[in-house]
């Protein structure tokens, strides 16, 4: 490390006396980039510029990126509370270097280099010199950056991490990036990064591409709904219209994929297993090439459209079943409610979806969209990014369509309802009675043929709502429990586990600890803890210690609340403690006790004192 420093030391000297600096006494990345920030003509004392767009210019770029801000906002929210509390701060940032989006703790925010990274604010190599998010840009990789190998010395006391976000094209659709004021290298948030990065580019490709048969595939079944899974788009005529970086990685002895047949990649012709996929089966089959894959369809309008079409008569389950199979869902009363949410959708019942944050409002709300089978998009208005003022962007303006007119022939997703101002509850009240609105600007009569579905967290779910709009949206209600009430924790956790190390256990004793928190950020919360634990693991067994310094300590246990057994020592009595608890919480119910903590009911028993 010395070394390191005493090198960069060196070539900064030479950069900022002679403009030019050694070759080799950088990382190749930061080389290149120096090389290309003096070829744009920067001077590496210059001081650092406010280079900002226009509110009508950001207004623009936002629009035009809305998609990538709406998908990765939940990924920035875990990413924040996965690496937050040490001076950092998360950006969203476009192909062109735009910040889009930003989460800071209050100390970054009061730094330098948090006045500088602000939305609007412009970080492309041509003009910034060198930094993680212009190198990411540019060279299309993973880039990170430390303090001095910045190339403006005005950018010396920070230090920043990007992964690039593609659209499955082959196109950069954005950049995030990580920033603090260490100048230690973060290879374990370099990790996380990266993985939010993924995440982002996969919802990108499932979301753009609702109406089109999207593919899981991986040479090993257990990674299938990891990040480490490749996906498949095919357009009608069974082409690739789009494929993630993971997918093109298992198929790179393929001269070509964008434009090429499934049918001359694989062995085995769609037509003959598009049943199969259909009903959720995860096949296994070879490519071209004689590698064999796992592969399966994602649950979307396409994949439903499809199920309904090839089985004309079936059981009453087999819709739930197909569009719930990649959602982890072993809680029996959740499971029931949910049930009916299919046939709801399909036929244009409005859907009120409430829970706590971090339930799975949005992913239920994105799986009754693709139950409607509907040619059109789901279009999300957040309730609370709308002021009065902004009613145009909701009805449109002159020459502008609003985001009713865009909603043409699909959903739209009312995100957070009762925060909504008064005036657009009243115009989408009116516009759910009659179907149709005038443009305010135009006078123009304006029929929208969409379908309705609402997302609240308040704890009175719509009763906030003006009474107009609120008996409009009570169609079809579903209450989604907080975690601390679902049987099916244990599952969950190995799900995330399972997403960073397809071989991942969690022992007994960890789980029970999970079972004792109350996880007040529910399933964000739990994915963002066990994520971190898993990425800390050496050999992908979750113990007990590995949430040590992730969750609070459990309150010390009266020796009356432990079995006989457990008194004494200190891990089995907090593990004893949790297995009350959690019967408790499930009120006495053993089988919802045991599944949620991924134990057998004799287990149970024994801590209970009782027998079976």
Sequence with gaps: MEMQTSALTRARHQLETQGRFPGGALPGDITESWLRSLDHGLDPLERSRRLIQSSTEFTATCQLHADLIRFARPELELLFDQIAGSNFMIALGSPEGVVLDTMHDPQFAETEAGAQVIPGSVWSEDLRGTNAMGVCIATGRPAQVYGGEHFLRAH?????????????AGQLAGVLDASSMSAVRQQHTAAL?????????????????DRSIVLQFHPRPEYLGTLSMGMLVLGEDLTVTAINRKGEMFLTGFPRLMGESFDRIFEQPFAAIQRRLAEGETLRIRDRIGSAVSLRAVANRASFALARRLRPVAD????????????????????????????????????????????GKALIARLAHAAMAR????????????????LPQLLGAEGQ??????????????????????????????????????????????????????????????????????????????????????????????RFARSVRAEARISETALARLAAHDWPGNLHELRATVIQAMLGSTDGVLEVTDF???????????????CSQCTGVPWKESQCQAI?????????????????????????????????
């Design 193 to 209: 990064v990266q993985m939010s990065a993924s995440s982002i580019e996969n919802s990108l490709i499932r979301v753009r591409h």
């Design 580 to 612: 009350r608890t959690a019967v408790q919480r499930h009120e006495g119910n053993v089988s919802l006790a045991a599944r949620a903590l991924g134990m057998s009911r004799t287990t149970i028993y024994k801590h209970l004192g009782d027998e079976p």
């Design 401 to 494: 369509p609003g985001l009713l007119q865009q909603t043409e022939g699909g959903t739209l997703l009312l995100d957070e309802v009762t925060a909504l101002p008064q005036m657009a509850q009243a115009a989408l009240a009116g516009v759910l009675d009659s179907g149709e609105y005038r443009q305010p600007a135009t006078g123009a009569l304006i029929r929208c043929d969409l379908r309705v579905v609402s997302v609240t967290s308040e704890a009175g779910g719509l009763a906030g709502l003006l009474p107009a709009l609120r008996y409009r949206l009570e169609g079809f209600r579903l209450e989604l429990p907080p975690l601390r009430k679902r049987a099916d924790l244990a599952a969950l956790a190995l």
């Design 156 to 168: 010396g006391d920070v230090s920043c991490i990007s992964a690039p976000i593609f659209d499955g």
């Design 316 to 359: 009453e389950a087999a819709p739930a079943k197909n569009l719930f199979r990649d959602v982890v869902v072993e809680d029996p009363a959740l499971w029931q409610r949910l049930q009916a949410l299919p046939d709801a959708a399909r036929r244009g019942v409005v859907i009120a979806i409430s829970g706590e944050t971090g339930t």
């Design 375 to 390: 040619p059109g998009p789901l279009v999300v208005l957040d309730g609370r990014m709308l002021a009065e003022a902004d």
């Design 548 to 562: 040590d310094a992730l969750l609070p300590q459990p309150a010390a246990v009266p020796v009356a609340d432990c």
